[in-house]
T-cell receptor
Framework: AQKVTQAQTEISVVEKEDVTLDCVYE???????LFWYKQPPSGELVFLIR??????QNEISGRYSWNFQKSTSSFNFTITASQVVDSAVYFC???????????????FGRGTSLIVHP | GAVVSQHPSWVICKSGTSVKIECRSL??????MFWYRQFPKQSLMLMAT?????????EQGVEKDKFLINHASLTLSTLTVTSAHPEDSSFYIC?????????????FGPGTRLTVL
C-alpha cells in the first residue's frame, strides 16, 4: 500500500522567509511518480511538479525548489523568499506507474497549510 | 493543453434535490476520469473511477446509488448527487487521464463547491 505523510499541518512564516514543506512517502513500487500541488483558497488544484522515481536530480523553478532523496523516501519542497501569494494548502502525492504494474491513481498527503504574513 | 473544466463551479440546493456536476476534458480525450471529494481542511478522497462506456468503479464506502456517475463520451463525465442532504456539502473535484500513453498523469478540474441547505 502507498502512503504519503505530510507531518506539518500548518506553517506560518513572515514574508521573505524561506520555508520547507516536508513529504515522506512509502511504496513498494520500484517505479513511481511524486507530485506537488498547490491549492489556494479558491480551491483549484495547481500542478507544481511531477517527478519520476528514477530522476533524483533536484529541481529549481524560480523561487521553488524540490529535494528528492530516495534514500530517505522524501520529496521536500522549499519556497525561497516567500510571498503572501504563496499562502495556500500544499499537497504532496504519490502514484505508481502502470507501465510497471503500478496504479496511476495518486495517493495524497493530508496537506500542509502555509500562511505567509506580510 | 490538458485543461479540465467543471460546471458549475458552485451550487446551492435544497435538501432532497439532485445536483449534476459536469467534468470535461477540453483538449484531450479521456477514457478514464476520476471524482474526488474534499471536506474542509482535509485531503482529497477518491470517490470513484469513471470509465467511458462502462460502469464506474466506486471506492469502499461510497454509495453508488447516491453518487451516480455517467461517462458517456471521451470528454465528458457527470456526477449526480441524488437526494442531496447537508452532509453531502463538500468540494467535488474531477480529474481526467489522457487516453493512450500508459504513464499519463491526471489533470484536475477547478472543483465544484456544493452546499446543501
Amino acid at each position: 500500500a502507498q502512503k504519503v505523510t505530510q507531518a506539518q499541518t500548518e506553517i506560518s512564516v513572515v514574508e521573505k522567509e524561506d520555508v520547507t514543506l516536508d513529504c515522506v512517502y512509502e511504496t513498494r513500487d520500484t517505479t513511481y511518480y511524486l507530485f506537488w500541488y498547490k491549492q489556494p483558497p479558491s480551491g483549484e488544484l495547481v500542478f507544481l511538479i511531477r517527478r519520476n522515481s528514477f530522476d533524483e536530480q533536484n529541481e529549481i523553478s524560480g523561487r521553488y525548489s524540490w529535494n528528492f532523496q530516495k534514500s530517505t523516501s522524501s520529496f521536500n519542497f522549499t519556497i525561497t523568499a516567500s510571498q503572501v501569494v504563496d499562502s495556500a494548502v500544499y499537497f504532496c502525492a504519490l502514484s505508481g506507474a502502470p507501465s510497471s504494474g503500478g496504479s496511476y491513481i495518486p495517493t495524497f498527503g493530508r496537506g500542509t497549510s502555509l500562511i505567509v504574513h506580510p | 493543453g490538458a485543461v479540465v473544466s467543471q460546471h458549475p463551479s458552485w451550487v446551492i440546493c435544497k435538501s432532497g434535490t439532485s445536483v449534476k456536476i459536469e467534468c470535461r476534458s477540453l483538449d484531450f480525450q479521456a477514457t478514464t476520469m476520476f471524482w474526488y471529494r474534499q471536506f474542509p481542511k482535509q485531503s482529497l478522497m477518491l470517490m470513484a473511477t469513471s470509465n467511458e462506456g462502462s460502469k464506474a468503479t466506486y471506492e469502499q464506502g461510497v454509495e453508488k446509488d447516491k453518487f451516480l456517475i455517467n461517462h458517456a463520451s471521451l470528454t465528458l463525465s457527470t456526477l449526480t448527487v441524488t437526494s442531496a442532504h447537508p452532509e453531502d456539502s463538500s468540494f467535488y473535484i474531477c480529474s481526467a487521464r489522457e487516453t493512450g500513453l500508459v504513464d499519463n498523469e491526471q489533470f484536475f478540474g477547478p472543483g465544484t463547491r456544493l452546499t446543501v441547505l
